[in-house]
């Protein structure tokens, strides 16, 4: 079992519509939670952190992590053609250690 | 804040050369990671350090990767002797230390091994 799973997609969604991507992770022990978007041939960068079972909301976006579920999600709202991207969900599993999931390709079509 | 450097951002080298990448961390960051990324494999962890000191090097492939940090703005990969499957993007990342911080990362370097 991969310790950080994501739907490799492709997610297509029209734009203005919600984007919903979703991530597990295998080790319970884990404490914080991240998600890292990346354009092509680029390198990631950071959309949302989160730490504790909930919401987070940070303008389009919404992280939402459910600890019991070891589950992690990002909603993105009123999708632009510019999301386009892969979407990276990471995992701390503990001290410095931060683990990538495969990432899950978004395309919004205009 | 000039962000994480890597250099070189292409490499093309023949199989069985030496290979070294470089990164400068972003200022005050004391955790280094270098990562490799492949459409096969993802994002793999190679190894990571805290203040200089190398805390986790399980991710590296095999004795032909290498690497060090003889400061804190400075770390090395090296690969002696390269193969053509270590043909990849490798990225550099910093981080303040602090448990979950999240990760900086730098441009990449695409290393092609012919």
């Known amino acids: 079992q991969k310790e950080v799973e994501q739907n490799s997609g492709p997610l297509s969604v029209p734009e203005g519509a919600i984007a919903s991507l979703n991530c597990t992770y295998s080790?319970?022990?884990?404490?914080?939670f991240f998600w890292y978007r990346q354009y092509s041939g680029k390198s990631p960068e950071l959309i949302m952190f989160?730490?504790?079972?909930g919401d987070k909301e940070d303008g389009r976006f919404t992280a939402q992590l459910n600890k019991a579920s070891q589950y992690v999600s990002l909603l993105i709202r009123d999708s632009q053609p510019s999301d386009s991207a892969t979407y990276l969900c990471?995992?701390?599993?503990?001290?410095?250690?931060?683990?990538f999931g495969a990432g899950t390709r978004l395309f919004v079509k205009a | 804040d000039a962000g994480v450097i890597q250099s070189p951002r292409h490499e093309v080298t023949e199989m069985g050369q030496e290979v070294t990448l470089r990164c400068k961390p972003i200022?005050?960051?004391?955790?280094l990671f270098w990562y490799r990324q492949t459409m096969m494999r993802g994002l793999e962890l190679l190894i990571y350090?805290?203040?200089?000191?190398?805390?986790?090097d399980s991710g590296m492939p095999e004795d032909r990767f290498s690497a060090k940090m003889p400061n804190a703005s400075f770390s090395t990969l090296k690969i002696q002797p390269s193969e053509p499957r270590d043909s990849a993007v490798y990225f550099c990342a910093s981080s303040p230390s602090f448990t979950g911080s999240p990760l900086h990362f730098g441009n990449g370097t695409r290393l092609t091994v012919t």
């Open positions: 350090f805290n203040n200089n000191v190398p805390i986790d």
């Open positions: 200022s005050g960051h004391n955790s």
């Open positions: 080790d319970r022990g884990s404490q914080s």
């Open positions: 989160i730490y504790s079972n």
């Open positions: 990471a995992v701390n599993t503990g001290g410095f250690k931060t683990i």
